[in-house]
């Protein structure tokens, strides 16, 4: 019964402002009584896909590093949704959450769509601008990985530079925690 949600943490503070937001978003899903898992990417080593397309063959990403186990938790029963947040860094995601992304997607490609109708989206966080093409660039991966991607009350995007500032950007982290709430209806309905 997938009544988990994996949160991606693309920051490589281990407690920055990026892990705050997803902290949060899991406390909101928990009052439907669907569990987060944040899975942070600091201090990991997440190449960038080479399109050797092994994994067509071996239904795994061929590559020796830290998103392996990322991408056979995807895979378990009891993942209903996923979420990703990233902070934006010379006006895109940073490259190991980019990296992570595009190889997950064609993992899920090559083994029958693990995410399909799985819900899910991206989360943004950054000091100053550039959130909305973070945001963009990260969603093209939901749109191809079939999964379902619910809305909120502005785009999820958050404002913060120094660790704790995030929190306090009130529309942002109401936005965050709207969204967090309609992924959580979504898993306890598709679950049904």
């Known amino acids: 019964m997938p009544r988990k949600v994996i949160l991606l943490c693309g920051s490589p503070r281990p407690v920055g402002n ?5 902290e949060e978003c899991v406390k909101v ?14 201090h990991k080593k997440i190449s960038a896909c080479i399109a ?3 994994c067509s063959r071996e239904k795994r990403c061929a590559q020796e590093d ?5 991408i056979e938790r995807l895979k378990q029963d009891d993942v209903g949704g996923f979420i990703v947040g990233s902070p934006v860094y010379f006006g895109s995601a940073r490259g190991d959450v980019m990296n992570a ?6 993992v899920n490609r090559a083994c ?13 966080v950054a000091r100053r601008g550039a959130h909305t093409a973070t945001l963009q660039e990260m969603l093209m991966f939901f749109l191809i990985s079939d999964m379902i991607v619910p ?3 502005y785009w999820n995007m958050v404002i913060g530079r120094n660790i ?4 306090n950007d009130k529309e942002g982290m109401e936005t965050i925690r709207h969204f967090a709430e309609n992924v959580a209806k979504l898993v306890v309905k598709l679950e049904k």
């Open 151 to 153: 809305g909120s009350t």
């Open 101 to 106: 992304l595009q190889r997950i997607g064609m």
């Open 18 to 22: 990026t892990f705050q937001v997803l």
């Open 52 to 54: 050797c397309y092994r």
């Open 112 to 124: 029958d769509g693990f995410l399909t109708g799985k819900v899910g989206g991206p989360i943004a």
């Open 66 to 70: 830290d998103l392996a186990p990322i």
């Open 164 to 167: 704790g500032e995030a929190l």
């Open 29 to 42: 899903m928990a009052k439907s009584g669907v569990e987060g898992e944040i899975i942070s990417l600091a």
